[in-house]
C-alpha cells in the first residue's frame, strides 16, 4: 500500500517514544531508512536497535530541536549517511510542567515555545532547503486539540499548537512551488506513557469512539500523508482524535479541574 514511502528517508523528531517512536517504527516497517531524533541517548538507541532488529534501516540523531547549532549538525550527519531528506515529521514536544497561568512564569513560557513551535521552524527551515535543491518533499508537523480549543493549565502549550497550525498553512504556501507539501497531524488523547487501568477508563468517556487513543493511532495518516496517494494535499490538518473536536458536549474530566485552581487568598 505504501511503496511510494520505500527507501525514502524519513526524519522522526521526538522519536525516542509514545507517538515519536511508534511512527518512526511503522515508516521503517514499510521499507523507509528512518533517522530517530531525540535528546535522549539511551531512548533513541532502544528504538533504532528495536527498528534493525526487525529487518528495518535507522540511524540515530541526538539533537535538541530548539538547538540550532546541534541540529545542523545532525542534518550534516545524514547527508553524509543517506544525501537527502524524504520527509520530515516535526513530531517532537513538550507539555510540562503543567501550570495555571497564575503559576506560570517567563522561563516556563519560553522553554514550551522554543521546543514545540520554534523547533518546528529549526528543524524545518535547513531540511526544506535541502528537499528543495533534491526536487521535493514532505513535512508533517504535529498539532493538538490545543490548537482550537483549550486545555486548562496548558497556556503556552496550546499557544504552540495554534502556531503550529498557522506555521503549517504559511510554509504549505511558501514551499508549493518546491513541490514540497506540508500538512499536520492533530491527536487526541493519546496514551504515550501508559496510564493506569481507571484514568484510560475516565479518559476514555469523552471520546466518542469509547477508547482513549494508542501510539499507533497516529501513523495511518503520517504515511498516508508522506505518500504519493497524498500528492495533491497540502497546508490541511487531519484529526486524528476518535471525535473529540466533533463533539459538542464538554469534557466530564479535566487534566487539572478548577478546584485545583489557585485560591485568590494565594495570589
Same mark, same amino acid.
Given at each position: 500500500?505504501?511503496?511510494?514511502?520505500n527507501n525514502k528517508v524519513v526524519l522522526v523528531t521526538g522519536g525516542a517514544g509514545g507517538i515519536?517512536?511508534?511512527l518512526a517504527e511503522r515508516f521503517a516497517s514499510v521499507g523507509s531508512k528512518v533517522v530517530v531524533n531525540d535528546i535522549s541517548i539511551d531512548g533513541v538507541t532502544e528504538v533504532v536497535d528495536a527498528i534493525t532488529a526487525a529487518g528495518g534501516t535507522a540511524?540515530?540523531?541526538?539533537?535538541?530541536?530548539?538547538?540550532?547549532?546541534?541540529? !545542523?549538525? =545532525?542534518?550534516?550527519?545524514?547527508?553524509?549517511?543517506? #544525501?537527502r531528506i524524504?520527509? +520530515?515529521?516535526?513530531?517532537?514536544?513538550?507539555?510540562s510542567p503543567m501550570l495555571h497561568f497564575f503559576d506560570a512564569d517567563e522561563a516556563w513560557w519560553r522553554r514550551i515555545?522554543?521546543?514545540?513551535?520554534?523547533?518546528?521552524?529549526?528543524?524545518?527551515?535547513?531540511?526544506?532547503?535541502?528537499?528543495?535543491?533534491q526536487g521535493g518533499g514532505n513535512i508533517i508537523n504535529m498539532s493538538s486539540g490545543g490548537a482550537t480549543r483549550a486545555h486548562r493549565a496548558f497556556t503556552a502549550y496550546d499557544a504552540t499548537k495554534g502556531g503550529i497550525e498557522a506555521l503549517t498553512r504559511a510554509m504549505a504556501l511558501d514551499l508549493g512551488p518546491y513541490n514540497i507539501r506540508v500538512n499536520a497531524l492533530m491527536p487526541g488523547s493519546i496514551d504515550t !506513557?501508559? =496510564?493506569?487501568?481507571?484514568?484510560?477508563?475516565?479518559? #476514555?468517556?469523552?471520546?466518542? +469512539?469509547?477508547?482513549i487513543g494508542e501510539p499507533i493511532d497516529m501513523t495511518g495518516a503520517?504515511?498516508?500523508?508522506?505518500?504519493?496517494?497524498?500528492?495533491?494535499?497540502?497546508?490541511d490538518i487531519i484529526k486524528v482524535d476518535g471525535g473529540m473536536l466533533a463533539q459538542q458536549r464538554s469534557a466530564t474530566?479535566?487534566?487539572m479541574p478548577p478546584s485545583d485552581f489557585p485560591k485568590l487568598e494565594d495570589l
Amino acid at each position: 500500500m505504501y511503496e511510494s514511502l520505500n527507501n525514502k528517508v524519513v526524519l522522526v523528531t521526538g522519536g525516542a517514544g509514545g507517538i515519536g517512536r511508534a511512527l518512526a517504527e511503522r515508516f521503517a516497517s514499510v521499507g523507509s531508512k528512518v533517522v530517530v531524533n531525540d535528546i535522549s541517548i539511551d531512548g533513541v538507541t532502544e528504538v533504532v536497535d528495536a527498528i534493525t532488529a526487525a529487518g528495518g534501516t535507522a540511524m540515530a540523531g541526538i539533537a535538541d530541536v530548539s538547538d540550532s547549532a546541534a541540529i !545542523s549538525a =545532525m542534518i550534516d550527519a545524514i547527508m553524509v549517511e543517506h #544525501g537527502r531528506i524524504d520527509v +520530515l515529521v516535526n513530531n517532537a514536544g513538550i507539555i510540562s510542567p503543567m501550570l495555571h497561568f497564575f503559576d506560570a512564569d517567563e522561563a516556563w513560557w519560553r522553554r514550551i515555545i522554543d521546543v514545540n513551535l520554534t523547533g518546528h521552524f529549526i528543524v524545518s527551515h535547513p531540511v526544506a532547503r535541502i528537499m528543495a535543491k533534491q526536487g521535493g518533499g514532505n513535512i508533517i508537523n504535529m498539532s493538538s486539540g490545543g490548537a482550537t480549543r483549550a486545555h486548562r493549565a496548558f497556556t503556552a502549550y496550546d499557544a504552540t499548537k495554534g502556531g503550529i497550525e498557522a506555521l503549517t498553512r504559511a510554509m504549505a504556501l511558501d514551499l508549493g512551488p518546491y513541490n514540497i507539501r506540508v500538512n499536520a497531524l492533530m491527536p487526541g488523547s493519546i496514551d504515550t !506513557s501508559g =496510564m493506569d487501568l481507571e484514568a484510560r477508563r475516565l479518559r #476514555g468517556e469523552n471520546v466518542p +469512539l469509547g477508547r482513549i487513543g494508542e501510539p499507533i493511532d497516529m501513523t495511518g495518516a503520517a504515511l498516508f500523508l508522506a505518500s504519493d496517494d497524498a500528492n495533491y494535499i497540502t497546508g490541511d490538518i487531519i484529526k486524528v482524535d476518535g471525535g473529540m473536536l466533533a463533539q459538542q458536549r464538554s469534557a466530564t474530566v479535566d487534566i487539572m479541574p478548577p478546584s485545583d485552581f489557585p485560591k485568590l487568598e494565594d495570589l
